[in-house]
């Protein structure tokens, strides 16, 4: 390289040099940013839980319940763990006194008075959530009791024929349709379905229209075991039964700096929930499946998978043809009441 040369990029290389670095610095400061504000706020952290911790808890461990409920080879005495968690957030949240009218705490009661009947008309013995059961009825006292025992469902039921035909429905109906379904019939899937639904999902909005995001489709019934048994978002036979397994993941390398950190959990979110949507469409049952792993389990199922070490893993989906019936938890939403607030 020349004098002249050198001068000219000198500059240009120091500039850029300053540049990163500021970047990274940045970069940092963020990440102690992030640290922060979810280590002060999360419910695994905080020492006296707020209204929202138990709620969110509360959700977590009834929705387990409730899964297992909807299960179609429901066990007798199961999720032994789940309960004890549910009745001891549940202890807390009545002695912080939060409101007894709230819509998760009240779901929760019903999935126990769900699990308590199931157990009942079996002849199957489970005396210490029955008390544990009567113990959160009485503190709701008998008028809210009433109302609570009337209409409780911890599952609904539809037939194939429902969610097929639902797809070409207006898309509140669509909406209501779209559901998690973790049991899937025998029938083979065909790739060209879950490709036609991948294509859909390419208009999927992302940041200055980088879409970031990759699929692998997973039709190794051995790569799928061992890429979902290190997952754990489906258990037993659920996961055995898995037969297709998409993974969504996102490139960082598509990212410019500092404050652009989160858009990969973004696009990639963005993109996932179109993709369920495209599946539904497709007339596929799918399940999304966490992917609150550790490093450790992150780097191996990018190893079991081959992923790039610049991708971060967005979600799981399990893929399947709908049975001819099938349950799923209720899954109770919300009111807008609980979440929109205007300014
Ligand atoms: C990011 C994400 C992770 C999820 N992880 C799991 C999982 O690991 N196992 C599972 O059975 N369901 C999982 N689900 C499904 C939720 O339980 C389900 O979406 C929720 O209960 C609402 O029910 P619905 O999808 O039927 O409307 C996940 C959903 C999302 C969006």
């Given at each position: 390289m020349n004098r002249e040369k050198l001068e000219i990029l000198l500059p240009v290389l120091i500039i850029n040099f300053i540049k990163r670095s500021i970047y990274k610095f940045r970069l940092l400061n963020y990440f102690m940013y992030d640290y922060r504000q979810y280590s002060k706020h999360s419910f695994g952290f905080t020492r006296k839980p707020t209204y929202e911790n138990l709620r969110a808890k509360i959700t977590l461990h009834y929705h387990s319940i409730e899964k297992g409920l909807s299960n179609i080879n429901v066990r007798l005495g199961f999720g032994e763990k789940a309960l004890k968690n549910l009745v001891h957030v549940l202890e807390e949240y009545k002695n912080c006194e939060?409101?007894?009218?709230?819509k998760r705490y009240l779901s929760a009661i019903n999935i126990l008075i769900s699990y308590v009947d199931l157990h009942e008309k079996n002849n199957y013995d489970v005396p210490w959530i029955k008390g544990k059961l009567t113990e959160q009825l009485n503190y709701l006292g008998e008028n809210q009791t009433k109302k609570m025992t009337k209409n409780h469902m911890p599952y609904r039921e539809f037939t194939k024929k429902e969610i097929i035909e639902s797809?070409?429905?207006?898309f509140d109906e669509f909406l209501k349709h779209r559901v998690s379904v973790r049991d899937y019939s025998t029938e083979e899937v065909d790739v060209n379905q879950i490709n036609d639904a991948i294509e859909m999902a390419i208009r999927t909005p992302s940041v200055c229209n980088r879409q970031p995001w990759k699929v692998y489709v997973l039709k190794n019934y051995d790569t799928i075991q061992k890429a979902s048994g290190v997952q754990k978002g489906l258990n037993g036979e659920r996961r055995t039964n898995v037969r297709n397994l998409l993974i969504v993941t996102t490139d960082i390398s598509y990212f410019a700096n500092d404050k652009e950190r989160n858009e990969p959990f973004i696009d990639g979110g963005l993109f996932s929930m179109t993709l369920l949507y495209a599946l539904h469409y497709k007339g596929l049952a799918a399940c999304s499946l966490n992917n609150s792993m550790s490093n450790k389990d992150f780097k191996e199922v990018k190893r079991i998978v081959n992923?790039?070490?610049?991708?971060r893993l967005i979600m799981f989906i399990s893929v399947g043809k709908y049975s001819d019936k099938l349950i799923v938890p209720t899954s109770t939403r919300d009111s807008l009441d609980d979440f929109v607030e205007y300014r």
């Open positions: 939060f409101p007894k009218d709230d797809v070409n429905k207006p992923i790039r070490s610049s991708e």
